[in-house]
């Protein structure tokens, strides 16, 4: 079993639509969770960063932890085409945190 | 601020050719991370530096790819002799040690060399 699970996708939706993207994780002492987007070409950045349950708002964007189910997702409201990227949820290892257990990605396409 | 700075973007080279990506991580950074990203796999550590020193390099594929950090503000990734099937893209990131957030911090990334070797 995999550390971090994520569907790769591709996810299209229309501008304005509310997305939803989610990672499964299997050890239950993570506790520091992220999101990192990444663009075609580029490098993944940095989008959100949360430290055990509960929700995190940075503008449109939420990230969310749900530690009993061991899921964690990322919402984005008012979706625009300048997010249509690649996602990745990342999870620093329990013991190393230096090792990051990355998710596949999901291709988010936000159509105009 | 400057980010990471990997060289070459690019690099297309025939099998059997020796193959070097370049990288400086962010000035302060004590800790630096080499990964290769391909549609299979995602996103794999490759190895990765504190200090200068090679901490964990598990993840390197095999004795044909060496890591070098000569200085806090350069790494290189070397690959002797190349295969096709190294073709991917590798990342360079580093991070801080700092001391919020018990010890976790954020990997800032590079924006890549794409590898094709023929």
């Known amino acids: 079993q995999k550390e971090v699970e994520q569907d790769p996708g591709p996810l299209s939706v229309p501008e304005g639509a509310i997305v939803s993207l989610n990672c499964t994780y299997s050890?239950?002492?993570?506790?520091?969770f992220m999101w990192y987007r990444q663009y075609s070409r580029k490098g993944p950045e940095l989008l959100m960063y949360?430290?055990?349950?509960g929700n995190k708002e940075d503008g449109r964007f939420t990230a969310q932890v749900d530690k009993s189910s061991k899921y964690i997702s990322l919402f984005i409201r008012d979706s625009q085409p300048s997010d249509s990227a690649t996602y990745l949820c990342?999870?620093?290892?329990?013991?190393?945190?230096?090792?990051?257990?990355f998710g596949s990605g999901t291709k988010l396409n936000v159509k105009p | 601020d400057a980010g990471v700075i990997q060289s070459p973007r690019h690099e297309v080279t025939e099998m059997g050719q020796e193959v070097t990506l370049r990288c400086k991580p962010i000035?302060?950074?004590?800790?630096l991370f080499w990964y290769r990203q391909t549609m299979m796999r995602g996103l794999e550590l490759l190895i990765y530096?504190?200090?200068?020193?090679?901490?964990?390099d598990s993840g390197m594929p095999e004795d044909r790819f060496s890591a070098k950090m000569p200085n806090a503000s350069f790494s290189t990734l070397k690959i002797q002799p190349s295969e096709p099937r190294d073709s991917a893209v590798y990342f360079c990131?580093?991070?801080?040690?700092?001391?919020?957030?018990?010890?976790?911090?954020?990997?800032?990334f590079g924006d890549g060399t794409r590898l094709s070797i023929l």
């Open positions: 000035s302060g950074h004590d800790y």
């Open positions: 990131a580093s991070s801080s040690s700092g001391t919020g957030a018990g010890g976790n911090q954020p990997q800032h």
């Open positions: 050890n239950s002492a993570f506790q520091y």
């Open positions: 949360t430290y055990s349950s």
């Open positions: 530096f504190n200090n200068n020193v090679p901490i964990d």
């Open positions: 990342a999870i620093p290892g329990k013991y190393n945190f230096n090792k990051f257990y």
